[in-house]
């Protein structure tokens, strides 16, 4: 099946905006380390990431193609991209724990990302958002913060986003999801026996 027609729903192309935003930040960092207009990029690409799934779901267009495109781009604007900044800008100089960091970064966003994808939309999240977590780890570097408070920062944060405390909706600004049901396994084992939210 191609990925051709489900390019013609708008909310898919405001995912792909945000996944431009990001890919973008990630290129300013390692090109030439601008680590500010690198937060301006991902708060752009969180800016699309709280517009696609509502426009989705407004006109009717939502899908599961939508549900994991954005989490695949949010992979990369709020999980490799912040991994990136914060490398680039202190935590290099901490040597192997800044590497290690770093690297449970992104990979404790792919995680809640991928739990995500089995789980679909909930009314209630659990932990923290990568969203707002990734701009202000990125946020963090480019102030020039302290490597070991970046380092701090960046633990905590990866661990918020895989805690099982319980945030509406509604507050943590908006759900990755471009649809209420929109599971892309569902069907699958591991779908029906993913009864929590994310």
């Keep these: 099946m191609s990925y051709l027609p489900h390019m013609r729903r708008p909310a898919n192309w405001i995912t792909l905006a945000g996944l431009a935003a990001g890919l973008a930040a990630g290129l300013v960092v390692v090109s030439r380390g601008a680590l500010w207009e690198a937060a301006a990029l991902v708060g752009a690409a969180m800016a699309a990431d709280l517009v696609d799934g509502a426009v989705a779901r407004r006109t ?33 100089l901490l040597g192997a724990a800044g590497f290690a960091v770093a ?23 659990h932990g923290l958002p990568c969203p707002p977590a990734g701009v202000a780890l990125v946020a963090l570097a480019a102030a020039g913060a302290p490597a070991g408070w970046v380092l701090a920062v960046a633990v905590t944060l990866s661990a918020a986003m895989l805690a099982p405390f319980p945030v509406p909706v509604s507050l ?27």
Aim: overall charge positive; hydrophobic content about 50%; glycine content about 10%.
């Design 60 to 92: 009717g267009t939502a899908s599961a193609f939508g549900h994991g495109f954005d989490s695949l781009a949010d992979a990369v604007s709020f999980g490799a991209v912040p991994a990136f900044a914060v490398w680039s800008g202190q935590l290099h």
């Design 103 to 125: 690297m449970l970064w992104g990979m404790a966003v792919a995680a809640r990302l991928a739990l995500y994808l089995v789980r679909g939309h909930q009314p209630v999240n």
């Design 172 to 198: 943590a600004l908006k759900e990755l999801s471009h649809a209420s049901d929109a599971n892309p396994l569902a069907g699958h084992p591991a779908a029906g026996a993913a009864r929590v939210p994310r």
